[in-house]
């Protein structure tokens, strides 16, 4: 008899809890390992509490269980190089280099290399102090966007309308007070306008299997108001898509195969998922950033509304082992999935945890993804962290969808819960021809 497929799953989020979700339901016989892992996750998961940033401590336990292939879920791991050491360990694993993982841990290395194979992106300039910030926000002039070079966890993007604000923000991340060695270089960039989308494609370094687009809605409040947070939640699919039928064949011309043949020519491919966050402007899809692995919370709904036929698992256990993908392709969605990211009180500036979580009983078109949650030491579940569950409602339309993800978020209890009521709103609008 085959012997069951073992997957170490990196990371603790609602995305592995999602990505741990999709395994399974690929493939029932599945056992998955995570590291840390969640109390979602631990329902689907063998939980092993080795942190996701200890890559001796993860290559020790993946070749002691004897893992077919590791999945890895955020991006500080891939950062840390965890992907050269389980390759030259020969264990398989799903995720880029430390080179190539630049894409996202370097904006002045994606800036350049996207400017270099003239791929459609904002224009930016990188710079190294106060100064030279001073003359790149003249040059642009505002609004502009000023963001810090590298890895900020979300956060080292601040949207600037007067020169004031601009000099401010750029001073203050040189100056290495808000985000240290990650703000030493800088870029100041021109402000794109525009419908945002976020796309996943799974690549061997050469083909890419592009999952449905989805939209994420970054801001806490109701209305895309108040401040960016790591993601309030995100909807999928998005008629945006079907509307202009050629926007994914042209950002797999115009940006994923050009970035992938300048990853192949510099000797870094890119192999695992690039996450191409893009704007849709008027002059057509543009890139405003690169990731080098699934968005959270786009995963928690794009994963519920693709094809159940989709072999997810399979295409990235290929290209953990090191083989070809088939070819380019494009997966589909057969249900609608909007998800509402639960956050504690004071997110994201001072976020307070330690509050009691109270689940109602399950239900068919809600799955509940967990981030921010822990066990108490008399067993109870408690937040543990800034966002705290991922609530995504399924259906067979937005409005169904929607109105899954709203009530069940609603009825979940924790003292000072927040959470945003018009996730995929824009989307309902879009179908009603108001917007
Ligand atoms: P990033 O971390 O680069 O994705 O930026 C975070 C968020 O800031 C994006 O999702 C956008 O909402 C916004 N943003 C970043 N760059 C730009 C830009 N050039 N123009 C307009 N908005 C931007
Ligand atoms: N949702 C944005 C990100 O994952 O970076």
């Not at 995963?299 to 088939?326: H, K």
């Not at 956050?343 to 976020?351: L, M, T």
Request: proline share 7%.
């Amino acid at each position: 008899m085959a012997q069951p497929i073992r997957v170490l799953l990196v990371g603790s989020g609602g995305r592995e809890h999602a990505l741990a979700w999709r395994l399974v339901q690929e493939d029932p016989t599945v056992e998955i390992i995570a590291a840390p892992g969640n109390p979602g996750i631990s329902v689907l998961a063998e939980c092993v509490p080795v942190p996701a940033t200890d890559v001796d401590g993860l290559l020790t336990l993946a070749r002691v269980r004897g893992v077919t292939w590791t999945l890895v879920g955020p991006e500080a791991p891939l950062a840390a190089g965890i992907v050269d050491t389980f390759t030259a360990a020969g264990m398989p694993v799903f995720g880029p280099t430390r080179a190539a993982a630049m894409l996202e841990t370097s904006k002045e290395f994606s800036k350049t290399l996207m400017n270099e194979a003239g791929i459609p992106t904002a224009k930016a300039i990188v710079c190294r102090s106060p100064g030279d910030a001073r003359r790149a926000i003249d040059a642009l002039s505002v609004p502009v966007v000023v963001k810090t070079s590298g890895l900020a966890a979300g956060k080292g993007v601040i949207v600037c309308n007067t020169v004031d604000e601009a000099n401010d923000a750029a001073a203050s991340m040189l100056e290495g007070k808000a985000f240290g060695d990650a703000g030493t270089t800088i870029l100041v960039e021109e402000f794109m306008t525009g419908e945002e989308l976020s796309l996943f494609a799974i690549t061997d370094g050469q083909h890419a299997v592009v999952l449905p687009p989805a939209q994420d809605h970054k801001r806490l409040l109701d209305g895309d108001k108040g401040p960016n947070t790591g993601g309030m939640g995100a909807y999928c699919p998005v008629s945006l898509v079907d509307r202009h039928a050629a926007l994914v064949d042209d950002v797999l011309e115009r940006i994923v195969h050009p970035t992938l043949s300048a990853m192949r020519v510099r000797g870094t491919p890119f192999k695992g998922l690039l996450y191409v966050g893009l704007m849709i402007t008027t002059s057509g899809p543009k890139v405003v950033e690169f990731n080098c692995r699934f968005g959270d919370p786009e995963t928690q709904a794009v994963l519920p509304a693709l094809d159940p036929n989709a072999r997810i698992g399979e295409l990235m256990a290929t290209v953990a082992r090191g083989d070809a993908l088939r070819g380019d392709g494009l997966l589909r969605t057969t249900c609608s999935a909007v998800t509402t990211v639960l956050a504690v009180p004071g997110y994201p500036d001072a976020p307070r945890s330690g509050a009691q979580i109270t689940l109602p009983p399950a239900t068919d078109d809600v799955l509940v993804f967990h981030a921010g949650t822990k066990r108490s030491a008399d067993g109870s579940l408690v937040t543990a962290g800034g966002r705290v569950l991922a609530v995504t409602g399924v259906g067979n339309s937005p409005e169904a969808a929607q109105r899954a993800s709203i009530a069940a978020a609603g009825a979940i209890t924790f003292i000072g819960k927040q959470f945003r009521t018009d996730i995929g709103s824009r989307e309902l609008a879009r179908r009603a021809g108001t917007s």
